[in-house]
């Protein structure tokens, strides 16, 4: 196995039992004789185990390049780069297309700049989209950390200036009980007909694959097991996060080819016979983890794959015998999609090897347990589209489970005042209402609010009352028949919610007008708007406090009007529904003037349990930097 991921200061109660015992044994002694003696003991015992167990690692802070990173190579392929040290000298490995490499002449200057040479191969692509096929160069490359980020440039002889960005991999969490593991529905991923949920991973290569007497077949003429073809790898359209994948493969005799799990972890395939083993053989997770035995079949029978994959943790079973138990992956396997290994990804099938035959395909994704689940969603427009059905596979690439949809806006983007005549899409398209349930149950994103956007276009306790009521009831009427339970009222443009009596009798009286409505689809209406939540509170003050009017409160919004810790604090566990978790002034949370520690601290303090939703703010959009600093916030929590 590759490398000990990022490793912090030495604690003992992790540490192998005679260690623990040593010093138990220790602690008596000291009890009993001579201080002095026993405590240089102790100190020179603690000095050596210490020594032995960080002797390959170090201790590794946020601001240092050490530890493990996510890249994306300049021609696209994903690399997995990882820095530590080696008794007091810096190492490091890149791992990519055609396996881990070790960096030459490594280099880290006060923990934040690095540099390090590679062999790199310069010229023409094979294909559009691949990588170049021309000969190796001794490059050097230079490295800086800059907010959170490592950034990393070089020049090829012809001059041409490259670079790519590193994001830091999570720390490998601990190994997970399978026994408490439960399951939701089995998806059959390939239907035995064709190619349905399934597209090639580069368009530009040739495709030998194909739906042939209920199997799905890989036919190509290429023999070798070099990683370049112009035959390509087919994925599931679909991306998943923890579940347990059947399969049955067959391999012609010398054959190869691979599973690739979130896109990311190749299960190798091959024949039993192969002159690939261990750690390269079938059974086993390439280059990973070897299988403890190989259990295969000959080329031109079928084996049967049944792979459990939990966070980071992978359990194999081969033709029925386990030949990798719960055991840790620690770093993408060469050739994945990607190596950010906190999201979902698909399964991926090698076809740019030799030929291969897939059948009973089947996965079923995990139910994360209820206690264990943050509360963390995205809000559709950080991706940028509204009622889109394509943006539930969005949230799941993004690494989020929920997401709260926009209900639809009037086409042109300076549209003052909506036309009375006027139809949310979801009013008119039923289709549309049927697609968003199938995408959030094919990539298991729930919707946990319909914003009515649209709203935002009308002034409602005036000219357009008419108008926006419509609006307000098509949207519940879409959140029942979607099983949401809150609609987003935003109070922006000429609704916008102003100081003043005639401004909150307006809105008072509408929203007296609409609560029964709401009420008898089971829907809470929560309210968003660009004032004071004292304000807000005035109107539910007005209205004795209805149970389906609540707050929607917006950090990015509310944080230059008031103190958005004290607002939490005080009415977060009683008036809010939701909660958008918008940057202020940066493009992540946390970078600008929101403070993690105080933001999570309030939410405690309110004893907030509902969902936290990640908008985009008008400096940008980051959808996963925000989850992650969003997961950061939940973590903070002490509940």
């Known amino acids: 196995m590759f490398g000990s991921g990022i490793v912090g200061v030495v604690d003992l109660r ?10 138990r044994t220790l602690k008596e002694i000291l009890m009993r004789a001579h201080i002095l003696f026993l405590v240089m003991s102790l100190l020179f015992c603690f000095v050596q185990i210490a020594g032995s167990m960080v002797q390959d690692s170090t201790a590794i802070s946020g601001d240092e390049v050490y530890g493990n990173w996510a890249v994306e190579m300049p021609f696209g392929a994903a690399g997995w780069l990882t820095f530590k040290q080696v008794e007091g000298v810096p190492e490091g490995e890149l791992w990519t297309v055609g396996g881990g490499k070790k960096l030459l002449g490594l280099s880290v200057v006060d923990g934040h700049q690095c540099s390090f040479s590679r ?20 490059i050097r490359h230079a490295g800086v950390l800059k907010g959170g980020r490592l950034l990393i440039k ?10 790519y960005e590193g994001k830091r991999i999570p720390q490998l969490p601990s190994r997970p009980n399978l026994d408490l593991v439960e399951f939701g529905e089995p998806i059959q991923l390939f239907n035995g007909t064709d190619l349905k949920g399934w597209e090639p991973v580069n368009a530009d290569q040739k495709s030998g694959w194909g739906a042939v007497d209920g199997e799905l077949r890989n036919t190509t003429p290429k023999l070798d097991f070099s990683p370049y073809s112009t035959y390509g790898n087919l994925r599931t359209s679909a991306g ?16 190869n080819s691979g599973i690739y799990l979130r896109g990311r972890y190749e299960v190798q395939v091959l024949d039993r016979d192969s002159r690939m083993q261990g750690i390269q053989g079938v059974g086993s997770i390439f280059g990973r983890i070897s299988a403890s035995k190989n259990s295969g079949k000959p080329g031109g029978d079928w084996n049967s794959y049944d792979i459990t994959l939990v966070d980071r943790h992978v359990t194999v079973i081969l033709n029925g015998e386990k030949v990798i ?18 999201l979902p ?24 347990p209820t206690s264990d689940v943050s509360k963390i969603a995205v809000m559709e427009t950080a991706f940028s589209k509204r009622a889109d059905a394509s943006s539930f596979k969005d949230a799941r690439d993004a690494g989020y489970n929920a997401i709260q949809m926009h209900s639809g806006m009037p086409a042109g983007k300076k549209i003052k005042r909506i036309d009375p005549g006027f139809n949310l899409d979801i009013a008119t398209d039923k289709e549309l209402i049927q697609r968003w349930k199938e995408e959030s149950l094919k990539h298991q994103v729930k919707i946990i609010s319909l914003c009515a956007g649209s709203l935002n276009k009308c002034e409602i306790w005036g000219a357009d009352r008419e108008i ?38 307006g809105v008072a009286d509408f929203m007296e007008d609409l609560l029964p409505y709401a009420k008898s689809k089971q829907v809470t209406i929560g309210i968003e708007a ?99 600093r969003i997961q950061k916030i939940d973590s903070l929590r002490s509940r």
């Open 14 to 23: 992790y540490q192998n039992p005679a260690s623990i015992l040593l010093f």
């Open 119 to 138: 062999m790199i191969r310069v010229g023409a692509p094979e294909y559009s989209g691949g990588p170049p096929t021309g000969n190796r160069v001794k």
């Open 154 to 163: 070089y020049v090829l002889p012809d001059g041409t200036a490259c670079s």
């Open 240 to 255: 998943f996060t923890d579940f347990n994948l059947k399969i049955d493969f067959k391999v012609p005799q010398g054959g």
């Open 325 to 342: 138990d719960n055991q840790p992956i620690e770093g993408s396997t060469n050739g994945a999609l990607n190596a950010f290994e906190n």
């Open 345 to 368: 990804g698909p399964i991926y099938l090698q076809g740019d090897h030799t030929s291969v035959s897939y059948r009973n395909i089947v996965l079923t994704p995990v139910i994360p």
């Open 468 to 505: 926006a009521t419509k609006i307000a009831k098509q949207t519940i009427d879409a959140c029942h028949e979607l099983g949401v339970e809150v609609m987003l009222f935003p109070f922006f443009g000429p609704s916008k919610f102003q100081t003043g009596e005639e401004t909150i009798s």
């Open 530 to 628: 660009p004032v004071t939540t004292k304000r807000v509170i005035e109107l539910l003050s007005r209205l004795d406090y209805p149970e389906n009017l609540k707050i929607y409160y917006d950090t990015g919004n509310l944080c230059p009007l008031e103190d958005i810790y004290e607002t939490i604090s005080m009415y977060g566990r009683q008036h809010f529904c939701q909660v958008h978790i918008k940057p202020c002034e940066a493009l992540v949370v946390g970078d600008g003037k929101i403070d993690l520690s105080k933001l999570a601290a309030a939410l405690d303090k309110a004893q907030y349990d509902g969902w936290l939703v990640y908008e985009a703010g008008k400096s940008g959009k980051e959808p996963v930097g925000n989850r992650q």
